[in-house]
């Protein structure tokens, strides 16, 4: 199923790798279209947020505390997305891709939290 989403250019596809380089050599094998090939992103395990203490920390769910989360969320561009932007060929482009990322954050930020219906 997630082959014939990429091939039809409509699905999204996470592809870490450890090494120094992802391994995407039998996606050649396939003869994917151009598009296919860049609905398949990339990154680096390192990229994944690890836990930084084995405490909780104390998190301000006032209106306020959520709309500075979510500005800084807005602001801390990974490098995944930078690579992205760095491959985009005009700055309307690029302005869409960040308009898009920033109307995503915001709307998860919004959501509300399982850990936090009473």
């Given at each position: 199923?997630?082959?014939?989403?990429?091939?039809?250019?409509?699905?999204?596809?996470?592809?870490?790798?450890?090494?120094s380089h992802p391994a995407m050599d039998a996606m050649t094998k396939f003869n994917f279209s151009d598009e296919a090939h860049r609905n398949v992103h990339t990154f680096h395990t390192s990229e994944i947020a690890t836990s930084r203490s084995s405490e909780y920390e104390e998190v301000d769910d006032s209106e306020e505390g959520k709309q500075i989360r979510t500005q800084k969320m807005?602001?801390?561009?990974?490098?995944?997305?930078?690579?992205?932007?760095?491959?985009?060929?005009?700055?309307?482009?690029?302005?869409?891709?960040?308009?898009?990322?920033?109307?995503?954050?915001?709307?998860?930020?919004?959501?509300?939290?399982?850990?936090?219906?009473?």
């Amino acid at each position: 199923m997630i082959i014939l989403r990429i091939a039809l250019g409509d699905g999204r596809v996470l592809a870490p790798y450890a090494g120094s380089h992802p391994a995407m050599d039998a996606m050649t094998k396939f003869n994917f279209s151009d598009e296919a090939h860049r609905n398949v992103h990339t990154f680096h395990t390192s990229e994944i947020a690890t836990s930084r203490s084995s405490e909780y920390e104390e998190v301000d769910d006032s209106e306020e505390g959520k709309q500075i989360r979510t500005q800084k969320m807005i602001e801390d561009v990974p490098i995944f997305a930078q690579e992205r932007l760095a491959t985009m060929k005009t700055v309307e482009e690029r302005e869409a891709y960040m308009a898009r990322r920033e109307a995503r954050i915001k709307r998860q930020c919004e959501k509300v939290q399982s850990a936090t219906v009473s």
